[in-house]
C-alpha cells in the first residue's frame, strides 16, 4: 500500500540550531513533493517545492532535499527560531496524479529559548 | 481581500441534516480542491476541480456532493451529514501543476 511517514513525535530544539524533518514514502512515483507549515487553527502554508528530478532547493533559511533512490526527503530550517515552531507537512503530487497532493500527517517542531 | 476565504468558520448541525460549506477564491486559479482533516489521519482529500464543470472525487468523497459552476467558487454539502463527519474542512486552490496549494483558513463542522 502507498503510504507517506513523518516522524508523529514531537521535534524540540534549541534556539539557532538547525531543525531536519524527515518525510519517506513508499510505492509512490512523486512528480512533485512539496513542504507546508500548519500553525494551530489555521490552514496549511505552502513553504517549498522540489521535482523528482532535482536533488536540492533553497529558499532563505529553509532547505529541502529529495532523494528518489531512498524515496525520502528532509527540510531543513537553520538558525531556528521559537517563531518556526509548527506542525510541518510533506506532500506528494505522484506521476499521472494530476495536482492532486497526498499529505503525510506532519511533525510538530517546537524551538526553543 | 484578494485569496481565498472559506464559510461558514464553525458550524454546528445536526445528524441528518443537510449542510454547505462555501469556498471563494479571487485569483482565478484553475484548480480547486476540498480537504479534511482528522486527528490521526492527516489531510484527506474529498473532491477537487481542474476547471470550471470538471469535478473528480477523491479518497474520502462519500457522502459529499461538490459543484462548480464559476471558477472561482467550490461549495461542498454534505447531503445528509453524519456524526462521522465531524472534521476541519479546507479549501485550497492552486494555478496549475508544479505551483504550491493556497488554502483558506478552514471550516470547522460538528455533527451532533
Known sequence: ?113 | DAGITQSPRYKITETGRQVTLMCHQTWSHSYMFWYRQDLGHGLRLIYYSAAADITDKGEVSDGYVVSRSKTENFPLTLESATRSQTSVYFCASSEDRGYGYTFGSGTRLTVV
Not at chain 1, 524527515?22 to 513533493?33: E, F, G, I, Q, V
Not at chain 1, 494551530?40 to 528530478?53: A, D, M, S, T
Not at chain 1, 532523494?67 to 499521472?96: E, N, V
Open chain 1, 1 to 113: 500500500s502507498q503510504k507517506i511517514e513523518q516522524n508523529s513525535e514531537a521535534l524540540n530544539i534549541q534556539e539557532g540550531k538547525t531543525a531536519t524533518l524527515t518525510c519517506n514514502y513508499t510505492n509512490y512515483s512523486p512528480a512533485y513533493l512539496q513542504w507546508y507549515r500548519q500553525d494551530p487553527g489555521r490552514g496549511p502554508v505552502f513553504l517549498l517545492l522540489i521535482r523528482e528530478n532535482e536533488k536540492e532547493k533553497r529558499k532563505e533559511r529553509l532547505k529541502v532535499t529529495f532523494d528518489t533512490t531512498l524515496k525520502q526527503s528532509l527540510f531543513h530550517i537553520t538558525a531556528s527560531q521559537p517563531a518556526d515552531s509548527a506542525t510541518y507537512l510533506c506532500a506528494l503530487d505522484i506521476t499521472g496524479g494530476g495536482n492532486k497532493l497526498t499529505f503525510g500527517t506532519g511533525t510538530q517542531l517546537k524551538v526553543e529559548l
